[in-house]
C-alpha cells in the first residue's frame, strides 16, 4: 500500500514529461519505433497485394504462359463473369458458411457449459482439451478424418466411419464441410467462451430475478451481448474456409473450391487468371468484415 | 552458330542472365550439385526402392549431388522451369516447344554427351526436341499412356469407350488423369466412336471438334470417381480399390502392385496418347556442367535401361535393351517398332495453326487450359 503511494507521483511525473517537452523527442522515437513495422506492413502486405491486383490485368503469352506487360481485362472477365466460376465462388461460400454454423451449434453450448456450469478445475481441463488441438498440425488432422471418412477397405466395405456408426458421407463437399468445422472449431469457442466470462454474472441474475427462465435469459440477454464475440470467430471460421484448398485436396473427392481454381491457374500457368480469381475471395471478405463490423466484431480488440 | 547467337541475343533481351547462356563449348568442372525437375520415376536414389537406383553411382562419379523436384503435369514443369531455380527438366514434347518459345531453355552441345551416339536416329531432332536443326536436349524415352483396371473387377477392358461410357461397367470409380491434355484422351475416344467429325490427331481440334470432346468429358463426369494430378493419389486409390479403371503410367502400377493393389495395366486398341520426354538444360542454370554431365548419365545404356523399366517405356539409347533385367523388355515396350508408336500421339502443344496441316483455325493450347477450368471448376 506504501509502495504503491510512493510510486504514483513519479508515474505522473513521468506522463507529464511525455505529454509536455519531450513531445518532439518521443513523436521522434515513436515514428523510429514504428517505422520498421510499418515498412514491412506497406511493402510486403499491402505492395504485395496490390501487386496482385495488378498482375490480374497483365495479359498472357499464349504459348509460353508468361505474363506480359501489356495490359488487358480479360482476365476479369473471364473470372468474374463465366457462369461455372460464378457457381463455384456459390458453392465455395456455401461451404464456408455451412462450416461455420456448424462451429457456432457445437461451440455455444460448449462454451456455455465450460464458462458457467463448469467448476474451476474441470473448466481448466476443458479449456486446456480444446485449445489443445491448435497445437497439432492442420495436416494431421486433416489426413486423420481422411481416415475415418474414406471408404477404402481396410476397415471393410465403406470405410471406418461407415462401420462405425452406419453413415459416411465418403469423399465431397460433405466431407469438406465437417472436415473445415473440425479443423476451425476451437477458433469459433475461445471467443465466445471469453466473452462469456467476461459477461457480468449480475445481469444473468437480474435477468432471473425478473422471472426469465434459462432459456429467455440466454435468448434476450445472453446472445445479444456475445453477438460481437459469435461475429469475431465467424470471421476466422469464414475466412480459413473460403481460402482452404489443401482439405478439398485431401478430402474432396472430385470437389473443387474456389482456392482449387487458383492453384490451377496458377500451374497452368496463367498466373493473370490466378491473380484475377483471388480478387473473389479478397472481395467476399471485405464484405463479410464490412458485415461483421457493423456486428460488433472488432469491439473488443 | 547463327541459332546460338540467336539464342544468345533473346536471352540478352530478356534480362541477361549471364550466369547460364547459350550452348556450352567444353565442360568443365562439376559444380557439386544439380537441380532437376523430373516425372516421377525418372530420378530414383534408392529411396523408394533400394533395387532402383542410377543417381547414387552419379553421384560418386561425378561429385553431382542430385536434387529433384517431381513435376506432376508438363504444365507445372513449365511453371517450375521459369522460375529458374532448376538446371534441367524431362519434358515432354507439350512442354518441349514451350520452353524453347519462352527461352526458358537453351540448345545443347550434343558432341559433349558421348552417349548421345547410341541413341535411336529416330528420335533425334524431332519436332519437339529441337528448333532449326538444333538440338534442345537429348531423347530419354518414350511410351503410352495405359489403361490400369482392377483385375478382380473381371477381364481386361479393351477399349477407351469404358472411360467414358455412361454405362461403363465401372461407373463411379473411374480415375482420370487431371489435366488439359486429357482431352486428347476425349478426342481418341470420338475418333472411335464419331468417325463423322473427322479428327485425325487428337490436338489438332477445330472448334466442332473441340466442342464434341469437351461434351464427351461433361458426360464423362457422371462416371468418374477420381481425377488424379498428383501420380500419389491414384496410387492410393488403386490400392484402397476406391477406383477401378483408369488412365495411368506404368510406374504407378508398378508401386500400387507393390503394395499388394490387384491391377493390371494394357493398352486399349483405339490408340492412345503417350509422351517422347527430352532432358532439356535451362538458360538459367546454375550448374550447367553437373547438368550436361547428368544428360550424358540419363541415356547411358545403363540408367537407361533402369528408368526404362521402372517408369515402363522405350528406351532411348539402344544399347539398353541388352541390359534390362526382364530380356523382353523392349520388345513389351516396343523400343524399335516405329509401326507401333505411329498409333501413339505423343503429347504435344496445341497451336491455332493446326498441327495436322489442315488449312482451318484450331483451338490453341490456352484455350484448352480455359475449357479445362471450367470442366473442373
Given at each position: 500500500?506504501?509502495?504503491?503511494?510512493?510510486?504514483?507521483?513519479?508515474?505522473?511525473?513521468?506522463?507529464?514529461?511525455?505529454?509536455?517537452?519531450?513531445?518532439?523527442?518521443?513523436?521522434?522515437?515513436?515514428?523510429?519505433?514504428?517505422?520498421?513495422?510499418?515498412?514491412?506492413?506497406?511493402?510486403?502486405?499491402?505492395?504485395?497485394?496490390?501487386?496482385?491486383?495488378?498482375?490480374?490485368?497483365?495479359?498472357?503469352?499464349?504459348?509460353?504462359?508468361?505474363?506480359?506487360?501489356?495490359?488487358?481485362?480479360?482476365?476479369?472477365?473471364?473470372?468474374?463473369?463465366?457462369?461455372?466460376?460464378?457457381?463455384?465462388?456459390?458453392?465455395?461460400?456455401?461451404?464456408?458458411?455451412?462450416?461455420?454454423?456448424?462451429?457456432?451449434?457445437?461451440?455455444?453450448?460448449?462454451?456455455?457449459?465450460?464458462?458457467?456450469?463448469?467448476?474451476?478445475?474441470?473448466?481448466?481441463?476443458?479449456?486446456?482439451?480444446?485449445?489443445?488441438?491448435?497445437?497439432?498440425?492442420?495436416?494431421?488432422?486433416?489426413?486423420?478424418?481422411?481416415?475415418?471418412?474414406?471408404?477404402?477397405?481396410?476397415?471393410?466395405?465403406?470405410?471406418?466411419?461407415?462401420?462405425?456408426?452406419?453413415?459416411?458421407?465418403?469423399?465431397?463437399?460433405?466431407?469438406?464441410?465437417?472436415?473445415?468445422?473440425?479443423?476451425?472449431?476451437?477458433?469459433?469457442?475461445?471467443?465466445?467462451?471469453?466473452?462469456?466470462?467476461?459477461?457480468?454474472?449480475?445481469?444473468?441474475?437480474?435477468?432471473?430475478?425478473?422471472?426469465?427462465?434459462?432459456?429467455?435469459?440466454?435468448?434476450?440477454?445472453?446472445?445479444?451481448?456475445?453477438?460481437?464475440?459469435?461475429?469475431?470467430?465467424?470471421?476466422?471460421?469464414?475466412?480459413?474456409?473460403?481460402?482452404?484448398?489443401?482439405?478439398?485436396?485431401?478430402?474432396?473427392?472430385?470437389?473443387?473450391?474456389?482456392?482449387?481454381?487458383?492453384?490451377?491457374?496458377?500451374?497452368?500457368?496463367?498466373?493473370?487468371?490466378?491473380?484475377?480469381?483471388?480478387?473473389?475471395?479478397?472481395?467476399?471478405?471485405?464484405?463479410?468484415?464490412?458485415?461483421?463490423?457493423?456486428?460488433?466484431?472488432?469491439?473488443?480488440? | 552458330?547463327?541459332?546460338?547467337?540467336?539464342?544468345?541475343?533473346?536471352?540478352?533481351?530478356?534480362?541477361?542472365?549471364?550466369?547460364?547462356?547459350?550452348?556450352?563449348?567444353?565442360?568443365?568442372?562439376?559444380?557439386?550439385?544439380?537441380?532437376?525437375?523430373?516425372?516421377?520415376?525418372?530420378?530414383?536414389?534408392?529411396?523408394?526402392?533400394?533395387?532402383?537406383?542410377?543417381?547414387?553411382?552419379?553421384?560418386?562419379?561425378?561429385?553431382?549431388?542430385v536434387n529433384v523436384k517431381i513435376?506432376?503435369?508438363?504444365?507445372?514443369?513449365?511453371?517450375?522451369?521459369?522460375?529458374?531455380?532448376?538446371?534441367?527438366?524431362?519434358?515432354?514434347?507439350?512442354?518441349?516447344?514451350?520452353?524453347?518459345?519462352?527461352?526458358?531453355?537453351?540448345?545443347?552441345?550434343?558432341?559433349?554427351?558421348?552417349?548421345?551416339?547410341?541413341?535411336?536416329?529416330?528420335?533425334?531432332?524431332?519436332?519437339?526436341?529441337?528448333?532449326?536443326?538444333?538440338?534442345?536436349?537429348?531423347?530419354?524415352?518414350?511410351?503410352?499412356?495405359?489403361?490400369?483396371?482392377?483385375?478382380?473387377?473381371?477381364?481386361?477392358?479393351?477399349?477407351?469407350?469404358?472411360?467414358?461410357?455412361?454405362?461403363?461397367?465401372?461407373?463411379?470409380?473411374i480415375s482420370v488423369y487431371d489435366?488439359?491434355?486429357?482431352?486428347?484422351?476425349?478426342?481418341?475416344?470420338?475418333?472411335?466412336?464419331?468417325?463423322?467429325?473427322?479428327i485425325t490427331n487428337p490436338y489438332?481440334?477445330?472448334?466442332?471438334?473441340?466442342?464434341?470432346?469437351?461434351?464427351?468429358?461433361?458426360?464423362?463426369?457422371?462416371?468418374?470417381?477420381?481425377?488424379?494430378?498428383?501420380?500419389?493419389?491414384?496410387?492410393?486409390?488403386?490400392?484402397?480399390?476406391?477406383?477401378?479403371?483408369?488412365?495411368?503410367?506404368?510406374?504407378?502400377?508398378?508401386?500400387?502392385?507393390?503394395?499388394?493393389?490387384?491391377?493390371?495395366?494394357?493398352?486399349?486398341?483405339?490408340?492412345?496418347?503417350?509422351?517422347?520426354?527430352?532432358?532439356?538444360?535451362?538458360?538459367?542454370?546454375?550448374?550447367?556442367?553437373?547438368?550436361?554431365?547428368?544428360?550424358?548419365?540419363?541415356?547411358?545404356?545403363?540408367?537407361?535401361?533402369?528408368?526404362?523399366?521402372?517408369?515402363?517405356?522405350?528406351?532411348?539409347?539402344?544399347?539398353?535393351?541388352?541390359?534390362?533385367?526382364?530380356?523382353?523388355?523392349?520388345?513389351?515396350?516396343?523400343?524399335?517398332?516405329?509401326?507401333?508408336?505411329?498409333?501413339?500421339?505423343?503429347?504435344?502443344?496445341?497451336?491455332?495453326?493446326?498441327?495436322?496441316?489442315?488449312?482451318?483455325?484450331?483451338?490453341?493450347?490456352?484455350?484448352?487450359?480455359?475449357?479445362?477450368?471450367?470442366?473442373?471448376?
Amino acid at each position: 500500500m506504501g509502495e504503491r503511494l510512493e510510486q504514483a507521483p513519479r508515474v505522473a511525473e513521468s506522463n507529464r514529461v511525455n505529454a509536455g517537452r519531450g513531445r518532439p523527442r518521443s513523436a521522434f522515437a515513436l515514428w523510429g519505433l514504428l517505422s520498421a513495422p510499418l515498412a514491412w506492413l506497406l511493402v510486403v502486405y499491402v505492395g504485395s497485394l496490390a501487386l496482385l491486383v495488378v498482375s490480374a490485368f497483365f495479359k498472357l503469352d499464349d504459348f509460353t504462359g508468361k505474363p506480359t506487360t501489356d495490359l488487358t481485362g480479360s482476365n476479369l472477365v473471364e473470372a468474374f463473369t463465366q457462369s461455372e466460376y460464378v457457381s463455384l465462388v456459390a458453392r465455395s461460400v456455401a461451404v464456408a458458411i455451412a462450416a461455420t454454423v456448424i462451429c457456432f451449434l457445437l461451440a455455444m453450448p460448449t462454451a456455455l457449459y465450460i464458462a458457467r456450469l463448469a467448476s474451476r478445475r474441470t473448466r481448466r481441463g476443458l479449456v486446456v482439451a480444446l485449445i489443445l488441438p491448435l497445437w497439432t498440425g492442420y495436416l494431421v488432422k486433416a489426413f486423420a478424418l481422411r481416415a475415418v471418412l474414406e471408404p477404402g477397405s481396410e476397415y471393410g466395405e465403406g470405410g471406418f466411419m461407415k462401420n462405425l456408426v452406419g453413415w459416411s458421407p465418403g469423399f465431397g463437399y460433405t466431407a469438406v464441410v465437417l472436415t473445415l468445422a473440425y479443423l476451425w472449431f476451437p477458433y469459433m469457442l475461445l471467443p465466445i467462451y471469453a466473452g462469456l466470462e467476461r459477461m457480468p454474472s449480475s445481469l444473468l441474475d437480474a435477468s432471473a430475478d425478473l422471472g426469465a427462465g434459462s432459456l429467455r435469459t440466454f435468448r434476450l440477454v445472453m446472445l445479444p451481448l456475445l453477438i460481437p464475440s459469435i461475429a469475431a470467430g465467424s470471421i476466422f471460421t469464414f475466412s480459413l474456409s473460403l481460402g482452404d484448398y489443401i482439405t478439398v485436396k485431401i478430402v474432396g473427392g472430385t470437389a473443387q473450391l474456389i482456392g482449387n481454381i487458383i492453384e490451377r491457374a496458377l500451374l497452368a500457368p496463367n498466373q493473370p487468371l490466378a491473380a484475377a480469381f483471388t480478387l473473389w475471395p479478397m472481395l467476399i471478405m471485405v464484405a463479410y468484415l464490412a458485415v461483421m463490423g457493423r456486428a460488433g466484431a472488432f469491439k473488443n480488440l | 552458330m547463327a541459332v546460338a547467337l540467336l539464342g544468345a541475343v533473346a536471352l540478352g533481351a530478356c534480362g541477361g542472365d549471364d550466369d547460364g547462356g547459350a550452348m556450352l563449348d567444353e565442360l568443365g568442372e562439376g559444380e557439386g550439385a544439380v537441380n532437376l525437375v523430373a516425372w516421377a520415376g525418372y530420378v530414383e536414389d534408392g529411396s523408394t526402392d533400394p533395387n532402383v537406383d542410377w543417381v547414387s553411382d552419379f553421384e560418386a562419379e561425378t561429385g553431382c549431388e542430385v536434387n529433384v523436384k517431381i513435376g506432376n503435369s508438363s504444365d507445372e514443369m513449365v511453371e517450375l522451369m521459369q522460375s529458374g531455380e532448376y538446371d534441367a527438366v524431362s519434358a515432354s514434347g507439350d512442354a518441349t516447344l514451350r520452353l524453347i518459345a519462352g527461352d526458358d531453355v537453351v540448345p545443347v552441345n550434343t558432341d559433349l554427351i558421348p552417349n548421345y551416339a547410341d541413341v535411336f536416329e529416330g528420335l533425334k531432332n524431332k519436332l519437339w526436341n529441337s528448333a532449326d536443326g538444333v538440338a534442345y536436349g537429348v531423347p530419354h524415352g518414350r511410351g503410352a499412356n495405359l489403361l490400369v483396371y482392377n483385375t478382380d473387377a473381371g477381364a481386361a477392358p479393351s477399349s477407351i469407350v469404358d472411360m467414358f461410357s455412361p454405362d461403363s461397367p465401372y461407373a463411379g470409380k473411374i480415375s482420370v488423369y487431371d489435366s488439359p491434355i486429357y482431352i486428347a484422351d476425349a478426342a481418341i475416344y470420338l475418333m472411335a466412336t464419331q468417325p463423322d467429325l473427322g479428327i485425325t490427331n487428337p490436338y489438332a481440334l477445330d472448334q466442332t471438334q473441340f466442342d464434341a470432346a469437351i461434351a464427351a468429358l461433361e458426360t464423362q463426369k457422371s462416371v468418374v470417381g477420381q481425377y488424379w494430378a498428383l501420380y500419389t493419389d491414384q496410387q492410393a486409390a488403386l490400392e484402397k480399390g476406391t477406383v477401378t479403371l483408369g488412365t495411368t503410367w506404368q510406374v504407378i502400377v508398378n508401386l500400387a502392385k507393390a503394395n499388394g493393389a490387384k491391377i493390371d495395366s494394357t493398352l486399349h486398341n483405339e490408340g492412345a496418347t503417350g509422351w517422347s520426354d527430352t532432358w532439356m538444360i535451362s538458360s538459367k542454370a546454375k550448374h550447367p556442367n553437373c547438368a550436361y554431365k547428368w544428360l550424358n548419365h540419363i541415356i547411358s545404356p545403363k540408367a537407361n535401361a533402369g528408368v526404362a523399366e521402372w517408369f515402363g517405356e522405350a528406351p532411348s539409347n539402344s544399347k539398353s535393351c541388352a541390359l534390362t533385367a526382364d530380356p523382353n523388355h523392349c520388345a513389351t515396350f516396343h523400343a524399335e517398332d516405329e509401326d507401333y508408336f505411329s498409333k501413339v500421339y505423343y503429347w504435344t502443344t496445341p497451336t491455332k495453326e493446326c498441327l495436322d496441316g489442315r488449312d482451318v483455325e484450331c483451338v490453341p493450347y490456352s484455350e484448352w487450359v480455359n475449357a479445362w477450368n471450367k470442366l473442373r471448376a
